[in-house]
């Protein structure tokens, strides 16, 4: 299974950037697909998550209302946009396929990975 995280950059606070995460029909069809980030010195933690027919989403509190979690499942392609970026944003971001269809905030539940994609936001 390969994921395919792209889209970061290096932008200024206020700006916006849509992430991009691509896999194969097989393993973006019938499964939830979440967006983590991992800041230098800190955990990865949960940001956003879709259902299978991104009917549910699911965001932390530190980005809601800013970021939006959507997906193309003709392209199986699933996008973070993020609005209104903050230097806190700054983190690698990865996305992940769940086990399940529905759209989850547990690290435990995302099977498969993606190589993370760096997004800096300076003040």
């Known amino acids: 299974v390969q994921l395919q995280a792209s889209g970061g950059g290096l932008v200024q606070t206020g700006a916006s950037l849509r992430l991009s995460c691509a896999a194969s029909?097989?393993?973006?069809?019938?499964?939830?697909v979440g967006w983590f980030r991992q800041a230098p010195g800190k955990e990865r933690e949960f940001v956003g998550a879709?259902?299978?027919?991104?009917?549910?989403?699911h965001y932390s509190d530190s980005v809601k209302g800013r970021f939006t979690v959507s997906r193309d499942r003709s392209r199986y392609t699933v996008f973070l946009q993020m609005d209104s970026l903050k230097p806190e944003d700054t983190a690698v971001y990865y996305c992940?396929?769940?086990?399940?269809?529905?759209?989850?905030?547990?690290?435990?539940?995302?099977?498969?990975w993606g190589q993370g994609t760096l997004v800096t936001v300076s003040s």
């Open positions: 029909k097989r393993t973006f069809s019938n499964n939830g």
């Open positions: 992940a396929v769940s086990r399940f269809a529905y759209a989850d905030t547990s690290r435990s539940t995302y099977a498969y």
């Open positions: 879709i259902s299978w027919n991104g009917a549910s989403t």
